[in-house]
């Protein structure tokens, strides 16, 4: 729920007076890379390409019906670079931008703005990128510099929204005007990095997050979080090695980390080679450790090399600890963190598809049962999170399509079946997010959103589909008065 300022603040976006800007302003400053080149790449071309203004329009056009019960603002993250990268660049460098669409009473409004971390403003000032990538080769005298871009996720919690880059701490971001208030750190009591894909408990209300290192032990720490927003507990898990670690999952009781073979090593780097690279012969892992027992308790599991970007959930059926996630045999190659070849487009994303699996952690026995669930290429899964870490029925996730996602399926776990919503002929889109009715009174009582491209005209909308009538066309598309570039994740928050 937002304080009394909060709402005022809210109703003052829902009715269409924005703090800054009026309807149809375009509220970019001039932008100076709008006559530099940018390179040929795939990460830099078609609905992936940055967008260039700051947008705020009021009146939205809707085809279909906006749910009346929908009062609150969905927000999406994503990478929009404001500059041409200095030699190479990849998809998950960009610099942060949020799409927001606001709905109430049926009518709908948008705005964009960029995340202004240090490193944007930096670079902002310059007219120039200034910070490398990841895939420009080391030279082994001045280490690099890597900038914060905020651009990954984002969290609400402790009426605060916070834009995620799990390489540092948040960025907290004022809403529903979406400016940009600085680094958050929790009081200063943050003592690692913030992951991309925290886990609020549906119950307790309490935030349980974590950060990898990939320099230095201890490779892994997590904390625990209150409801108002308090670090309650850290603690160190010991890895043998420094490994790239996307995603966790939590039951009632337990928290479940991934330790899967994207290994780190400075001296490939130096090498010329990739500085993160899969190393099946390391060894993969599911460890569990008790919500809040020290991390020198963890018990873990050996389970065969894969890699797992992102959870869709996890809970408990007697002594076994189940979790489920878009699995792939080994990291995507369309996401490797090696420059290409010919130094300018990066693979089919379509060359490495993930598929919806289930490992089952017995406790007592330390066996583990696992298996895919479907054999198609999906990804970024959701649940209605309001049964976060409880056994949950139903599951979402983006159809891999040719460019990103080409509909949205969902799964029902217990009857092993499947729908799929189609965006339609040469309709690409993201991330699909459940947003429950008020009132629900099942667990799939609710609709879906993402935003879709269509690449025959060029233009983006705001796709709702009602989640009980799941193959039907979306109950509304609204349109939007900006392409809004492929993204990463999003979620709703409710302002009634």
Not at 232 to 251: K, N, W
Request: include cysteine; charged fraction near 25%.
């Amino acid at each position: 729920m937002l304080d009394r300022r909060e709402f005022l603040a809210a109703s003052a976006f829902a009715g269409g007076v924005w703090v800054l800007g009026q309807p149809g302003e375009c509220r970019a400053e001039p932008v100076p890379s709008a006559s530099q080149k940018w390179p040929r790449n795939y990460f830099l071309q078609g609905n992936f390409a940055p967008v260039s203004e700051e947008v705020t329009e009021t009146e939205l056009k809707v085809i279909g019906q906006v749910p009346k019960e929908l009062h609150g603002v969905f927000v999406r993250n994503g990478p929009n670079p404001q500059f041409p990268p200095l030699r190479h660049y990849h998809w998950f460098e960009g610099d942060g931008m949020l799409h927001a669409v606001l709905l109430r009473d049926g009518k709908a409004s948008y705005r964009n703005r960029w995340i202004r971390t240090e490193g944007w403003k930096e670079e902002r000032q310059a007219g120039k990128a200034l910070y490398p990538s990841f895939l420009d080769p080391l030279d082994g005298t001045n280490p690099p510099r890597f900038k914060n871009t905020a651009n990954t996720s984002v969290l609400w919690h402790h009426g605060r929204l916070l834009a995620l880059w799990e390489g540092g701490p948040p960025t907290e971001v004022r809403l529903p005007d979406l400016e940009t208030v600085g680094l958050y750190t929790f009081g200063g009591k943050l003592k690692h990095p913030f992951t991309a894909h925290p886990k609020v408990d549906p119950v307790t209300g309490e935030v349980l997050c974590f950060g990898y290192n990939l320099v230095a032990k201890p490779y892994l720490q997590y904390s625990v979080i209150a409801p108002w927003g308090q670090i309650i507990s850290t603690t160190a898990i010991d890895l043998p090695r420094p490994v790239m670690m996307h995603d966790f999952a939590v039951t009632a009781n337990y928290t479940v980390f991934l330790d899967l073979p994207e290994v780190f090593s400075l001296e490939r780097a130096l090498r010329g080679q990739p500085v993160l690279k899969f190393e099946p012969d390391a060894g993969a892992r599911i460890g569990i450790l008790p919500r809040k027992a020290d991390g020198t308790t963890i018990r873990w599991f050996t389970i065969p090399p894969c890699y797992v970007f992102h959870t869709l959930n996890a809970w408990e059926e007697g002594d076994e600890v189940v979790v489920v996630a878009c699995r792939t045999k080994q990291f995507p190659q369309s996401v490797e963190f090696a420059p290409p070849s010919d130094g300018s487009a990066h693979p089919n994303p379509q060359d490495s598809e993930a598929v919806l699996y289930q490992w089952r952690c017995h406790l007592k026995t330390g066996k583990v049962v696992e298996g895919p669930l479907d054999d198609r290429g999906t990804e970024f899964p959701r649940v209605n999170e309001r049964l976060l870490g409880r056994r949950t029925r139903f599951g979402y996730c983006g159809r891999s399509g040719s460019e990103m996602f080409d509909g949205l399926v969902k799964y029902d776990l217990v009857k092993q079946t499947h729908l799929v919503h189609g965006h339609g002929a040469g309709r690409f889109g993201g991330e699909g997010v459940f947003v429950p009715r008020p009132d629900a009174k099942a667990e799939d009582d609710g609709w879906l959103m993402t935003y879709v491209f269509d690449r025959n005209t060029g233009k983006s909308e705001l796709v709702v589909v009602d989640c009980r009538d799941f193959a039907a066309p979306p109950v509304a598309r609204i349109l939007l008065p900006v392409r809004v570039p492929y993204g990463f994740h999003g979620i709703w928050v409710d302002l009634s």
